[in-house]
């Protein structure tokens, strides 16, 4: 089955503390994306990348780092820089013949206690 | 600059109602525009786009015609059902592969 998998699916952090969150695909996607969700705001992007070892920061890119060393990988860091980093995070991917759609995995709810 | 911006929720149905959920954008010249569903505790899917202007998509009963002349985007649905319960996003494609996202509308079903 071709998707996108986050993991964990709930993670908890004390303040001050980095933390990764995972997002791997398996549908051969050049471009993968990393959105922000809070409740009752649309999506805004952190990061993207069109290629691998290639990114470009989004609108909200301060306090995050990523990296993309492989096709297939495309790992967040929110870093204890972030000042409000509670938020559900979305990991997408697009690519080959309908490139405008982005594929969603099912999202990391982190919580910074 | 361009931007998406959607009605309010929740919007609140009784099973078999009609559904339109409205949706504006402004943007330079005719970006591609699309609906996207998120379902509880889930990430979101693509429910219908439509490329150029007059264009309609259509997805699992829903539609949305994309009208240049309004710059709307409306989602409209003729019979829902308890399992449309959701949030619905529309978002317009900016340059290099970026989306630009409405709030979301979210959408309860009473049967």
């Known amino acids: 089955d071709g998707g996108i998998t986050q993991s964990p699916k709930y993670l908890f952090r004390k303040e001050g503390q980095n933390v990764t969150l995972s997002c791997e695909q398996n549908?051969?996607?050049?471009?993968m994306y990393w959105y922000r969700q809070d409740p009752g705001q649309g999506l805004r992007l952190i990061y993207y990348s069109q290629i691998v070892n290639d990114f470009q920061k989004g609108d909200i890119a301060e306090g995050y780092s990523v990296s993309r060393e492989k096709k297939e990988s495309f790992p967040l860091t929110v870093t204890s820089a972030q000042k409000n980093p509670t938020a559900f995070y979305l990991c997408?991917?697009?690519?080959?013949?309908?490139?405008?759609?982005?594929?969603f995995g099912p999202g990391t709810r982190l919580t910074v206690l | 600059g361009n931007s998406v911006t959607q009605m309010e929720g929740p919007v609140t149905l009784s099973e078999e109602a009609f559904l339109t959920i409205n949706c504006t954008y402004t943007a330079t010249g005719y970006p591609s525009l699309f609906w996207y569903v998120q379902y509880p505790g889930e990430g979101l899917q693509l429910l219908l786009k439509a490329t150029k202007a007059d264009d309609k998509g259509s997805n699992k009963g829903f539609e949305a015609t994309y009208r240049k002349e309004t710059t709307s985007f409306h989602l409209e649905k003729g019979s829902v059902q308890v399992s449309d319960s959701a949030v619905y996003f529309c978002a317009l494609k900016r340059s290099n592969y970026q989306l630009i996202w409405g709030a979301g509308t979210k959408l309860i079903i009473k049967p």
């Open positions: 997408a991917s697009s690519g080959g013949g309908g490139r405008d759609t982005q594929y």
């Open positions: 549908l051969n996607h050049d471009a």
